[in-house]
């Protein structure tokens, strides 16, 4: 019997679930499917830059666990440009982090849990104006298929 997969922190999801070649009818093409961890595993090494220590404590799994999610990211994203495939990006274990919010009165920060809905005002002022900081964005809808296990569910 397998172990049991770990929840992966994810801090956002994809703006488009789906990339194919132009050109070429989706129903002429192999697909690939590349996880919402692996994605975030290629967002933290490749865009951002992060050492494999660091960017694996973010996603709360062990380095090891970071470098193999990393390695089959990319060996898929490789696979589909070489190989003119669809790459749909679905599913995975994950848990959504926190999402921070600012208040544009008195500049307060704070944290709130995913799936919690959106704050009505400043815990500090009350001011209704309020935004959620754009680099911990998250889904507001909930698809996806296979390997959900607690958490939330994009």
């Known amino acids: 019997m397998p172990r049991p997969l770990i929840c992966r922190r994810v801090s956002s999801c994809p703006r488009t679930e789906y990339f194919k070649p132009a050109g070429i009818p989706l ?3 192999e697909e690939v499917r ?18 494999q220590a660091e960017a694996a404590e973010k996603m709360e799994i062990s380095r090891q666990t970071f470098g193999n999610i990393v390695e089959s990211a990319r060996h ?19 848990q959504m982090t926190d999402r921070t919010f600012t208040c544009t009165n008195c500049q307060q920060q704070w944290k709130v849990p995913f799936g919690t809905g959106r ?6 002022c009350g001011k ?9 964005h998250g889904c507001g809808r909930r698809a996806g298929q296979g390997g959900f296990r607690g958490g939330v569910r994009p």
Request: net charge negative; glycine share 10%; hydrophobic share 40%.
């Open 76 to 94: 898929k994203v490789a696979d589909v440009l070489v190989n003119g495939r669809a790459l749909r990006i679905q599913g995975g274990v994950i």
């Open 27 to 29: 129903s002429g093409l």
């Open 119 to 124: 704050p009505q005002g400043c815990p500090q």
């Open 34 to 51: 590349l996880t919402r961890d692996e994605l975030e595993a290629l967002r933290l090494a490749d865009l951002e830059g992060l050492y």
């Open 128 to 136: 209704a104006d309020i935004h959620r900081l754009p680099a911990e």
